[in-house]
């Protein structure tokens, strides 16, 4: 049972450079979500997707585009990278938002660089 | 930002001692959540407590919600070693379909 896949683990980038970081989970969850995390800052919301074919800006959404490609996988796109995104980003899901008692699963991580 | 807000940053005792974090939320909630996140990986739930609930208990770990002061604090007795990592409180605001995470409390059990 994997529960929330996440990929790349590890990414360096240079400015300007795009890239794709992809999840996908395996509980059947509707509700998919982005979370950047900097030092000192918790986590911070990115986008998220309360179900399948619908996608909302979270908190920190620019310079991001994400693809709710199924019901499976939500990808995370930064089409110019800037040093600004170096951060290590989680991919996390839920059965459905908003429901009370509705806990979240997260990812290991994926820790980009940008320079 | 509706970002939590909890205390202490940083938490440092020696084990078998208690541990209290504290955390506080700027507006109504449906319910809130802990999680637990080690170094280096991924935020793993903790317990959630409902807005109409006021203690929770789970193994070593108790919960308080006080929704007049929007408050809530985590207390893990009898610590471990193993208890060293940051924990987040996170808040499902009513109407809104998502988690707000805290900045975290790093907390670190002396052996």
């Known amino acids: 049972n994997a529960g929330v896949t996440q990929t790349p683990k590890f990414q360096v980038l240079k400015t300007g450079q795009s890239m794709t970081l992809q999840c996908a989970q395996d509980m059947n969850h509707n509700s998919m979500y982005w979370y950047r995390q900097d030092p000192g800052m918790g986590l911070r919301l990115i986008y998220y997707s309360a179900s399948e074919g619908t996608t909302d800006k979270g908190e920190v959404p620019n310079g991001y585009n994400v693809s709710r490609l199924n019901k499976r996988e939500f990808s995370l796109r930064l089409e110019s990278a800037a040093p600004s995104q170096t951060s290590v980003y989680f991919c996390a899901s839920t059965s459905q938002a908003g429901r009370s008692g509705n806990t979240i699963y997260f990812g290991e991580g994926s820790w980009l660089t940008v320079v | 930002s509706q970002q939590g807000e909890e205390d202490p940053q940083a938490l440092s005792i020696q084990e078998g001692e208690n541990a209290t974090m504290n955390c506080s939320y700027k507006t109504s909630i449906n319910n809130l959540q802990w999680y637990r996140q080690n170094s280096g990986r991924g935020l793993v739930h903790l317990i959630l407590?409902?807005?109409?609930?006021r203690e929770k208990h789970s193994g070593r770990l108790r919960v308080t919600l006080d929704t007049s002061k929007k408050s809530s604090s985590l207390l893990i007795t009898a610590s471990r070693a193993a208890d060293t990592a940051s924990y987040f409180c996170?808040?499902?605001?009513?109407?809104?379909?998502?988690?707000?995470f805290g900045q975290g409390t790093r907390l670190t059990i002396n052996p």
């Open positions: 407590i409902r807005s109409n609930e």
């Open positions: 996170a808040t499902a605001y009513q109407g809104a379909q998502k988690l707000v």
